[in-house]
């Protein structure tokens, strides 16, 4: 069940499913691109995409939804795991950064981040959200400060660096891939 607070924003939890659902749609087209190597441009721009959207999401649940809970249960094993399972994405993702289809492993890699995250939202989706609505969080006033930290973000990460720094990636290209060993 949906719910809206009166001027129509979501409310905490219909705000991370929502990514949820986007990632998800995300790597089920991934899927369909697999071994098909004229599809390398789109295979690139969609992990682009996937791994500019985890990173987002993963911020707001780390700063704001997170802390908010485990202040507010008394499960701190649960959410240490999603914290670790943050941090197998997190090096999933930098793996992705410094690769380009027709790598090695670069499908499988993509695969397994995204079984990882489906285990991850599953387990959060149950779990995490039963506890927040248990816990009596108020997930309007919640709701409003992720989709206002969002807010920030995405300008922040879209907003070209300050100064320059000459490992990152420039105008959008991607990282070179490592040289092998």
Do not use: W
């Not at 991850?120 to 609505?133: G, N, P, Q, T």
Request: net charge negative; glycine share 6%.
């Amino acid at each position: 069940m949906k719910r809206k607070q009166k001027d129509g924003a979501a409310d905490a939890l219909e705000l991370l499913r929502a990514d949820h659902e986007k990632v998800k749609t995300m790597f089920r087209e991934f899927d369909t691109l697999k071994g098909k190597d004229d599809e390398d441009r789109r295979k690139t721009e969609l992990v682009d995409e996937i791994c500019y959207e985890l990173t987002l999401h993963a911020m707001l649940e780390e700063e704001i939804f997170y802390p908010v809970l485990r202040s507010a249960i008394d499960d701190d094993e649960l959410l240490d795991e999603a914290d670790i399972e943050h941090a197998g994405a997190r090096e999933l993702i930098g793996q992705l950064e410094v690769m380009m289809p027709g790598d090695d492993h670069f499908d499988a890699t993509v695969t397994v981040l995204g079984e990882e995250v489906g285990h991850h939202i599953d387990k959060e989706e149950s779990e995490l959200f039963d506890a927040a609505r248990n816990a009596g969080i108020d997930l309007d006033d919640l709701g409003e400060q992720l989709a206002a930290r969002k807010e920030e973000l995405e300008e922040d990460l879209s907003s070209p660096p300050s100064t320059i720094d000459a490992m990152a990636p420039h105008e959008g290209a991607r990282r070179q891939p490592r040289a092998p060993n």
